[in-house]
């Protein structure tokens, strides 16, 4: 027996009623953000190879990826589709149809030549399929998606979160969360009472499991997503309808939230192991004279049924003196 019947023997059992249970549950749609992950770690072996020489990890995470093919195709011939014979017959005849200058009596001069015909062969192939185009792109955007997600649970956004931190000299907010002041509008733009400016604006951090806490304000607050992974607002509007915002670029997000004045609202990551950097502008300028934290207690008079929100996004009473 080869190495490669060994592998699909043992894909074979563990997908076998005897199996191992999350095997059993893979699907098509499940595997894909395994195999694009074990793409990316071998990318970064083959960086480590580059940089050290080591080749184990390499070897390590090629197999990894051989494992998500061969998965694939075991489940493909459970389903009557193809097997993974198939699948190395499809792409060696693919490989031997486009190099006729090596298989075949074609004869190359260039390597311009070369790169010229590839390009035509791979053209002449894909008469009539233009239509899976579409699909191709889409694949690009939940490709970059999933691997995304892989980060957040990888930790390596938080990573990201910490540098940013540094990078922008942001500090803690009474509310949660990291700030710091990019832009106070000039006097001569106009003030209003006590001398306060028409606008400002914060760079604002949220990671991980931070929350900025159930506050209210007297301006109207925009707020602008940067990167990382998005954030629920939970807005509780001055008739007392409770209402989300999604902020990010998200198919069910927007990148801009308007917050208007006196709406008590809260904010949190999507994912835990995330992160989000925004910009808030607010409208006049933000002066923690018309900031008050709302605590539990009088959220939780008011809105009982919301005691489990109320109990993460809001901060004890005792906690909430500025």
């Not at 060994?6 to 699907?27: H, M, Y």
């Not at 185009?133 to 649970?153: D, I, M, P, S």
């Not at 939970?234 to 999604?246: A, E, Q």
């Amino acid at each position: 027996m080869t190495k490669i019947d060994e592998l699909k023997k043992t894909v074979e059992i563990l997908r076998s009623e005897n199996g191992c249970p999350w095997d059993r549950a893979s699907t098509f749609e499940t595997l894909k953000r395994y195999l694009l992950e074990e793409a990316a770690e071998t990318a970064g072996a083959v960086n480590i190879f580059s940089d050290t020489g080591n080749t184990e990890f390499l070897k390590e995470e090629l197999g990894d990826v051989l494992l998500q093919i061969v998965m694939y195709s075991r489940i493909a011939e459970e389903k009557n589709l193809f097997e993974l014979d198939d699948v190395i017959s499809a792409v060696n005849e693919k490989m031997i149809s486009r190099h006729p200058h090596v298989f075949g009596d074609d004869r190359i001069v260039s390597e311009d030549e070369l790169n010229r015909k590839w390009e035509l062969k791979k053209q002449k192939e894909k008469e009539g399929l233009e239509w899976t185009e579409k699909y191709t792109e889409e694949a690009f955007r939940e490709a970059h998606q999933l691997l995304n997600k892989g980060q957040y649970r990888k930790g390596f956004m938080l990573a990201q979160a910490e540098e940013l931190k540094k990078r922008y000299h942001l500090s803690k907010h009474p509310e949660g969360g990291w700030f710091s002041e990019v832009y106070t509008a000039p006097g001569e733009l106009g003030t209003l009472e006590k001398n306060r400016r028409i606008a400002g604006s914060i760079y604002f951090l949220l990671e991980g499991n931070d929350v900025s806490h159930f506050h209210v304000i007297d301006t109207d607050e925009i707020w602008y997503y940067h990167s990382g992974c998005g954030l629920d607002i939970t807005c509780i509007n001055p008739d007392g309808m409770w209402t989300v915002k999604h902020l990010g670029t998200e198919e069910n997000a927007e990148p801009m939230a308007l917050i208007p004045a006196g709406t008590i609202f809260a904010a949190e990551c999507t994912e835990k192991n995330g992160y989000t950097l925004m910009s808030c502008v607010t409208v006049p300028s933000f002066s923690y004279s018309g900031f008050r934290l709302v605590p539990q207690e009088e959220l939780l008079s008011v809105y009982p049924q919301h005691k489990y929100k109320i109990a993460v996004l809001a901060f004890h009473e005792k906690d909430t003196a500025l």
